[in-house]
C-alpha cells in the first residue's frame, strides 16, 4: 500500500532528535499530575509510553540489522535522546506510583549513558547547534529519576549517586556551552531552547535531591543543604532569564515551518515550568507556583500546535507520496 510504503520511509528517515517528543510529552505528564490534573497527566503519560516503546523498537531494529547506521546515528548529539527519553519517562512513571517500573527504567538509561556519552562527546565539533547540551540533559535526567526513586522507596543510595550526576552534568554543561554556536538563537530550528532546557532540568534535579530528604532520611548536612539550595535557585533564575531570551528571539526572528527539531523547543518550555513548580515546593518559595501553572500551560498550548503541525506535516507528506 503506497501509504504505509510512504509512512515506512518517513520512519526510517527519522532523526535520533525524534526522542524529544517522548520528553516533551513526559516532562508534561509530571507538570499535569503536579498540578492536580490526574486524567491529563495519565492520556499523556501513555502517550509518551507508547511513543517510547515505538521509538525503543526502532533502536534495538537499527542495532541488530543496520549496525552502520546506528553507530552513524550514535556519535551525534540527539542519540542522547535514548537515555534523556528514558529517565524523563521514568519519571513520569514514577510520580504516578509505579515504582519497580520506574526503577528498571533507571537502570536502562544509567546502562546506556556511558555508552552514548562517550561516543557524542568524542565526536564534538565547533560551532555546534542546541542539541549539543543533551550531554547535561541526559546525565541531569538521570539524577532526577535516581532522586525520585530515592524519595519514593526511602533508600539513600540513589540520591547519594544522583548528586554526582547532579554535579558531573553541570560539567558537561559548562563544556557544551564553549562547543554552543550562539547564532542558533536566531537561526535555529529549534534545538536551540535545549541550551535552556538542560538549565532547567538541573534546576528540577536539584529540586528533587532537596525534596528526597523528605520522610526523616538524612542525606545532607546543613552545609550541603545550603549550597545545594542556592545552586538550585541560580539555575533556575538563570534559565527563566534564558527562557524569556529564547521567547524574545521567537519573536525577532519567527521559524513558522516545521520541524522535528521543534519538539526540542516543547520540552524546555515544559521542563522549566515543572522546574519552577517543584523549585517552589522545595526551598518553600509558594509565589513561584502560580508563574510556574501559568508555564505549564503555555507548554501544553506549544505541545498541542507542534502536534498538530506535524500530523499535517504528515498527512501532506502522504498525499504528495500517492498516487496521482
Not at 43 to 57: H, R, S
Not at 58 to 70: G, N
Request: net charge positive.
Amino acid at each position: 500500500m503506497p501509504g504505509i510504503s510512504s509512512l515506512h520511509v518517513r520512519w526510517a528517515r527519522r532523526p535520533p532528535a525524534a526522542g524529544a517528543a517522548v520528553m516533551a510529552t513526559g516532562i508534561l505528564s509530571v507538570g499535569l499530575h503536579q498540578t492536580g490534573y490526574a486524567v491529563l497527566s495519565r492520556i499523556a503519560l501513555v502517550l509518551a509510553g507508547a511513543a517510547w516503546v515505538a521509538l525503543a523498537a526502532d533502536f534495538v531494529l537499527r542495532l541488530l540489522r543496520e549496525r552502520e547506521r546506528w553507530r552513524a546515528d550514535a556519535v551525534t548529539p540527539g542519540a542522547l535522546t535514548a537515555v534523556s527519553a528514558t529517565a524523563v519517562l521514568g519519571a513520569a512513571v514514577s510520580a504516578a506510583g509505579r515504582q519497580t517500573l520506574a526503577s528498571a527504567l533507571l537502570a536502562l538509561a544509567a546502562a546506556l549513558w556511558p555508552v552514548l556519552l562517550v561516543n557524542v562527546v568524542r565526536h564534538w565539533g565547533r560551532h555546534m547547534p542546541g542539541a549539543v547540551f543533551l550531554c547535561c540533559v541526559a546525565t541531569q535526567g538521570l539524577a532526577v529519576l535516581g532522586a525520585s526513586v530515592a524519595r519514593a522507596e526511602s533508600v539513600a543510595w540513589p540520591a547519594h549517586a544522583s548528586l554526582v550526576l547532579f554535579w558531573l552534568g553541570l560539567v558537561l554543561y559548562g563544556l557544551a556551552l564553549t562547543r554552543f554556536d550562539p547564532r542558533q538563537v536566531r537561526e535555529g530550528a529549534g534545538d536551540h531552547w535545549v541550551a535552556g532546557g538542560a538549565l532547567a532540568i538541573s534546576a528540577l534535579a536539584g529540586s528533587r535531591l532537596l525534596a528526597a530528604e523528605d520522610g526523616g532520611r538524612y542525606l545532607w548536612n546543613g552545609d550541603d543543604s545550603g549550597v545545594l539550595r542556592a545552586v538550585t535557585l541560580a539555575l533556575l533564575v538563570l534559565d527563566l532569564t534564558g527562557y524569556a531570551v529564547l521567547l524574545v528571539a521567537e519573536v525577532w526572528w519567527p521559524r513558522t515551518r516545521y520541524e522535528t527539531r521543534r519538539w526540542a523547543t516543547v520540552f524546555p518550555m515544559g521542563m522549566t515550568a515543572v522546574a519552577t513548580l517543584s523549585v517552589a515546593a522545595a526551598v518553600d518559595v509558594p509565589w513561584l507556583e502560580g508563574p510556574g501553572e501559568v508555564l505549564l500551560w503555555v507548554a501544553v498550548t506549544a505541545w498541542l500546535v507542534v502536534a498538530a503541525a506535524a500530523v499535517a506535516n504528515a498527512g501532506a507528506s502522504l498525499r504528495s507520496r500517492g498516487p496521482r
